[in-house]
């Protein structure tokens, strides 16, 4: 409310002054976007933030319906990066062969990414942590490449790392060892975002990215946190443990019920991964501080969500992301600021190449001018601020991964797999491709069609079967299947507009 009347009163005054006044003005809020590395929220991944729960969601909105476009790091992050589906900037998977930050990335769609815009808006730019799982690496310009649109960047060297890695410092090579106080990457690009605001101009706006390595592998706690939640295991609710028998070929290949072996692994993973998170809460307490203290809280949008979800034992997979169901393509969203109602939950159903275009709305780009596939969500947010509807459908689209040889620790499985620990149990595969259309507003369902040699179709009714256990394609009227596959063929293909007025 206060900062709405002094953007108001500045804006009167600026029209009665000068128009150089004016250009502050209107592009006066600062943001902040917080980017976890597989925090799923479906099996409990929000839990351990108590601090950020009541910091970020409670001064502001919980979305309750917030998806990953896609399951997997580095295509995840290229959508929340260009505000695409990956059809559209075409990073396929993780490796540089499948576009993640390869040089084609860099040439056609990072100068195109939304920072790039906020940047000529003259707002004040800072990355810190993980970025795309191959930047850095040799064949995609090393550390010397640093992306358009960044004033500082403190890029991470490769996949998520909690002790001895490398960063792109503004293009410089920077080696970090094991010491917790000097080198935690969390705590790191902690320090270094509050350098980085100390350091600004007053007189611009801000935007920073910070990607802490939590909670991925390898799970690193800091040293106080090693022995948090003793006690905590895997939820064993829904899916967990259960066979995933009228699925597709990957889920119907893991043994059940899981050896003991694979869940005392996930476990440990999973109170491993909480521990991780304990730091990243205590980011945004002392971020939140010293927005307070330089006064430019309410001033300051701040979201915070994560490049998609996580598993721990359902359908018998022991641990890993990449599946359509929910555990895997469900994001925690948490965002507060300028014109946002506190404490609201909200259930429209919210995308990842949607924060590009909420970013930018923010910033009072006109939107028409921006080629991506997503829409603002900030009139669902703060209805005073802007009038909007939400989109009808949505896809998830994926491409598997795989390796071309059998992997020597599991001779009897074939090739064409990959991510098959522990227990030779297969997370991915070439074969695991697919795409899904879901509807949230008017029936809760889910059509997948997979790219595999029996052309694979799965569907879900989420209404009554929300956590995934029955595949209706045998039972669910034609009719409905013909209309859902006509939906996903105009998706596949869209761009732009027509991904966001699919009838
Ligand atoms: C990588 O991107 C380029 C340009 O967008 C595209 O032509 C190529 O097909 C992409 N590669 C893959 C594996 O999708
Ligand atoms: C970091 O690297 C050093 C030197 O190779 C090694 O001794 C140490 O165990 C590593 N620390 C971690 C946490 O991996
Ligand atoms: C971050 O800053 C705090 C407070 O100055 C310090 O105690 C801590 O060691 C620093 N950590 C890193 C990794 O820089
Ligand atoms: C597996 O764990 C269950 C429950 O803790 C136990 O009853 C069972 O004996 C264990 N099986 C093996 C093979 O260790
Ligand atoms: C936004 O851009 C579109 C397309 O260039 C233009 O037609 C429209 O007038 C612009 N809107 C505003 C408010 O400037
Ligand atoms: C939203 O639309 C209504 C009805 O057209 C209009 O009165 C109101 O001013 C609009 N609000 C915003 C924030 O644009
Ligand atoms: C990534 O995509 C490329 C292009 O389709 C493919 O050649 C490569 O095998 C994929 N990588 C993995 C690990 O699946
Ligand atoms: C999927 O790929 C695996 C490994 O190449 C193969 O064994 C399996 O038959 C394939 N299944 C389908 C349905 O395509
Ligand atoms: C699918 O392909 C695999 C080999 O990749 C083969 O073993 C299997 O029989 C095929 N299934 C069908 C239904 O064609
Ligand atoms: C989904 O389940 C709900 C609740 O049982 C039911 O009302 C609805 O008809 C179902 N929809 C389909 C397509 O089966």
Same mark, same amino acid.
Not at 134 to 157: F, I
Not at 163 to 176: A, I, M, P
Not at 297 to 306: C, D, E, G, R, V
Not at 320 to 348: A, C, M, N, T
């Given at each position: 409310?206060?900062?709405?009347?002094?953007?108001?009163?500045?804006?009167?005054?600026?029209?009665?002054?000068?128009?150089?006044?004016?250009?502050?003005?209107?592009?006066?809020?600062?943001?902040?976007?917080?980017?976890?590395?597989?925090?799923?929220?479906?099996?409990?991944?929000?839990?351990?933030?108590?601090?950020?729960?009541?910091?970020?969601?409670? $001064?502001?909105?919980?979305?309750?319906?917030?998806?990953?476009?896609?399951?997997?790091?580095?295509?995840?992050?290229?959508?929340?990066?260009?505000?695409?589906?990956?059809?559209?900037?075409?990073?396929?998977? %993780?490796?540089?062969?499948?576009? #993640?930050?390869?040089?084609?990335?860099?040439?056609?769609?990072?100068?195109?990414?939304?920072?790039? +815009?906020?940047?000529?808006?003259?707002?004040?730019?800072?990355?810190?942590?993980?970025?795309?799982?191959?930047?850095?690496?040799?064949?995609?310009?090393?550390?010397?490449?640093?992306?358009?649109?960044?004033?500082?960047?403190?890029?991470?060297?490769?996949?998520?790392?909690?002790?001895?890695?490398? /960063?792109?410092?503004?293009?410089?090579?920077?080696?970090?060892?094991?010491?917790?106080?000097?080198?935690?990457?969390?705590? /790191?690009?902690? %320090?270094?975002?509050?350098?980085?605001?100390?350091?600004?101009?007053?007189?611009?706006?801000?935007?920073?990215?910070?990607?802490?390595?939590?909670?991925?592998?390898?799970?690193?706690? $800091?040293?106080?946190?090693?022995?948090?939640?003793?006690?905590?295991?895997?939820?064993?609710?829904?899916?967990?443990?259960?066979?995933?028998?009228?699925?597709?070929?990957?889920?119907?290949?893991?043994?059940?019920?899981?050896?003991?072996?694979?869940?005392?692994?996930?476990?440990?993973? +999973?109170?491993?991964?909480?521990?991780?998170? /304990?730091?990243?809460?205590?980011?945004?307490?002392?971020?939140?501080?010293?927005?307070?203290?330089?006064?430019?809280?309410? %001033?300051? +949008?701040?979201?915070?969500?994560?490049?998609?979800?996580?598993?721990?034992?359902?359908?018998?997979?022991?641990?890993?992301?990449?599946?359509?169901?929910?555990?895997?393509?469900?994001?925690?969203?948490?965002?507060?600021?300028?014109?946002?109602?506190?404490?609201?939950?909200?259930?429209?159903?919210?995308?990842?190449?949607?924060?590009?275009?909420?970013?930018?709305?923010?910033?009072?780009?006109?939107?028409?001018?921006?080629?991506?596939?997503?829409?603002?969500?900030?009139?669902?947010?703060?209805?005073?601020?802007?009038?909007?509807?939400?989109?009808?459908?949505?896809?998830?689209?994926?491409?598997?991964?795989?390796?071309?040889?059998?992997?020597?620790?599991?001779?009897?499985?074939?090739?064409?797999?990959?991510?098959?620990?522990?227990? #030779?149990?297969?997370?991915?595969?070439?074969?695991?491709?697919?795409?899904?259309?879901?509807?949230?507003?008017?029936?809760?369902?889910?059509?997948?069609?997979? $790219?595999?040699?029996?052309?694979?179709?799965?569907?879900?009714?989420?209404?009554?079967?929300?956590?995934?256990?029955?595949?209706?394609?045998?039972?669910?009227?034609?009719? /409905?299947?013909?209309?859902?596959?006509?939906?996903?063929?105009?998706?596949?293909? #869209?761009?732009?507009?027509?991904?966001?007025?699919?009838?």
């Amino acid at each position: 409310m206060a900062s709405a009347r002094v953007l108001s009163t500045c804006l009167f005054v600026a029209l009665l002054t000068c128009t150089l006044r004016c250009s502050h003005c209107v592009k006066l809020s600062n943001i902040i976007l917080i980017l976890t590395d597989d925090q799923d929220v479906e099996m409990g991944g929000m839990t351990p933030m108590k601090k950020t729960k009541a910091l970020i969601g409670d $001064a502001g909105v919980t979305f309750s319906n917030a998806f990953t476009a896609t399951p997997l790091c580095c295509p995840s992050r290229s959508s929340i990066l260009t505000g695409k589906y990956p059809h559209n900037h075409m990073v396929r998977n %993780n490796s540089i062969s499948g576009n #993640c930050s390869s040089t084609t990335w860099q040439k056609e769609a990072e100068p195109f990414a939304f920072p790039v +815009y906020l940047n000529k808006l003259r707002y004040q730019t800072f990355y810190g942590g993980k970025y795309l799982n191959q930047y850095g690496s040799k064949d995609a310009g090393g550390v010397g490449h640093v992306p358009p649109g960044w004033d500082q960047w403190h890029a991470l060297v490769g996949n998520s790392k909690y002790y001895n890695y490398t /960063l792109s410092l503004n293009g410089k090579e920077e080696k970090h060892g094991d010491n917790y106080e000097k080198d935690y990457l969390t705590d /790191l690009v902690l %320090n270094r975002s509050l350098h980085f605001l100390e350091e600004r101009s007053p007189n611009h706006p801000f935007f920073m990215m910070l990607s802490p390595p939590s909670p991925h592998s390898p799970w690193t706690a $800091a040293p106080q946190y090693q022995q948090s939640f003793s006690d905590v295991k895997a939820p064993r609710d829904g899916s967990f443990n259960m066979p995933g028998k009228d699925k597709h070929w990957l889920l119907r290949q893991p043994a059940n019920p899981m050896p003991n072996s694979s869940i005392e692994y996930l476990d440990n993973a +999973y109170r491993r991964r909480w521990q991780t998170l /304990l730091s990243v809460d205590d980011m945004v307490e002392q971020l939140i501080k010293k927005l307070d203290s330089i006064k430019e809280l309410s %001033n300051t +949008y701040i979201f915070y969500t994560s490049d998609h979800g996580y598993h721990t034992g359902q359908f018998s997979l022991p641990i890993d992301k990449r599946q359509l169901y929910e555990f895997d393509i469900r994001i925690p969203l948490l965002v507060r600021g300028p014109g946002i109602k506190p404490k609201q939950v909200l259930q429209s159903p919210v995308l990842n190449i949607d924060l590009s275009m909420t970013i930018l709305d923010i910033a009072g780009v006109n939107l028409s001018t921006v080629n991506m596939d997503g829409q603002s969500f900030l009139p669902q947010m703060a209805p005073s601020l802007r009038n909007g509807t939400e989109r009808p459908f949505f896809l998830v689209e994926y491409t598997g991964e795989g390796h071309s040889s059998t992997d020597p620790s599991c001779p009897k499985l074939g090739p064409g797999l990959a991510e098959c620990f522990p227990d #030779c149990v297969c997370e991915d595969a070439f074969n695991n491709t697919y795409a899904c259309v879901r509807s949230l507003k008017d029936a809760n369902l889910q059509y997948c069609e997979f $790219a595999d040699n029996e052309s694979f179709v799965e569907m879900y009714n989420l209404t009554s079967d929300p956590h995934q256990l029955e595949n209706i394609v045998k039972k669910v009227d034609p009719a /409905l299947l013909q209309i859902m596959n006509q939906r996903l063929i105009k998706l596949e293909s #869209c761009t732009g507009d027509s991904c966001r007025n699919v009838k």
